[in-house]
């Protein structure tokens, strides 16, 4: 299982995954012409994506996707309310997917789980890759950690989480009250505190990468996050990366072997 973040952030997101011989993307919130670019920079032919699945409607999510599907013959998933809430997805073939379901794209096992944020039918994702049975999580856009999604990313190998803002530096930003309100809330943004909770809980010996996502240009900064998840981490058996998602760059390709392996290969050491 293979992840390259192609960019996060208010102005739009979009994940790479691969798992043997498929490739599809969470999300495709940017230009053809920025997603062909970031692509390219990475190696990546866009004809080579089978599918996305579009979390939600909201256009730093769904910009790119109706249009990448008809230059590229992309495969569309979207909940029903997803569906029916974006514009750009009206006339475009998108299948539908449970807001609690799974489905199977190529060497890919997708689960949706639905989230708490200001959208339709907004899910995250938590993706198994045949044969390893690698698990990723993708858990961005949402205000709060419910038990569901917390215990939907309990294993997960892989995790690219929100850590949105800084609760102090929203607090004393520029941004009017309303709006601190809704990105604080329950359907709003998750915040750095709230990310290093979800982190903790789910921190495992397999757990080989933490990917901070969807940061505020604003209420927060990349050290800002980046210390606050260390402390949160730093009690927990977390031995793994932490990535910091950037606007306007790819992050590195990341793996992961399976847990499984994982604990094999510490006993074969010794450890
Ligand atoms: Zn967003
Ligand atoms: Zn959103």
Redesign the pocket.
């Known amino acids: 299982m293979k992840l390259c973040m192609l960019g996060s952030g208010?102005d739009g997101?979009a994940i790479l995954m691969q798992a043997g011989a498929t490739r599809i993307l969470i999300d495709a919130g940017f230009s053809t012409r920025v997603m062909s670019k970031r692509l390219a920079s990475i190696g990546v032919d866009p004809r080579s994506i089978e599918a996305v699945i579009v979390t939600h409607e909201?256009v730093?999510?769904a910009k790119g996707a109706a249009a990448g599907a008809k230059k590229w013959g992309w495969q569309i998933y979207a909940t029903e309310g997803t569906r029916g809430a974006c514009v750009s997805l009206a006339d475009a073939d998108t299948r539908s997917i449970a807001s609690s379901g799974t489905i199977k794209i190529g060497d890919l096992e997708v689960r949706t789980v639905p989230t708490s944020h200001d959208a339709e039918e907004p899910v995250a994702i938590v993706a198994m890759g045949k044969p390893t049975g690698v698990r990723a999580a993708i858990v961005?856009?949402l205000g709060v950690m419910t038990d569901t999604v917390t215990s939907a990313i309990e294993g997960v190998e892989m995790l690219i989480l929100e850590s949105n803002h800084d609760g102090e530096m929203l607090r004393n930003g520029p941004y009017p009250l309303m709006l601190q309100r809704r990105i604080a809330g329950r359907e709003g943004h998750l915040s750095n505190r709230a990310a290093g909770i979800a982190a903790a809980h789910c921190a495992h010996r397999g757990l080989a990468h933490i990917v901070l996502a969807?940061l505020s240009e604003t209420n927060n900064t990349p050290r800002v996050a980046n210390d606050a998840m260390e402390r949160a981490l730093k009690r927990t058996c977390f031995r793994g990366r932490i990535t910091l998602g950037a606007q306007n760059s790819p992050s590195q390709t990341m793996s992961a072997t399976s847990a499984r392996d994982f604990a094999s290969s510490q006993l074969s050491l010794g450890l």
């Open positions: 208010s997101n909201h730093d999510h961005y856009d969807h």
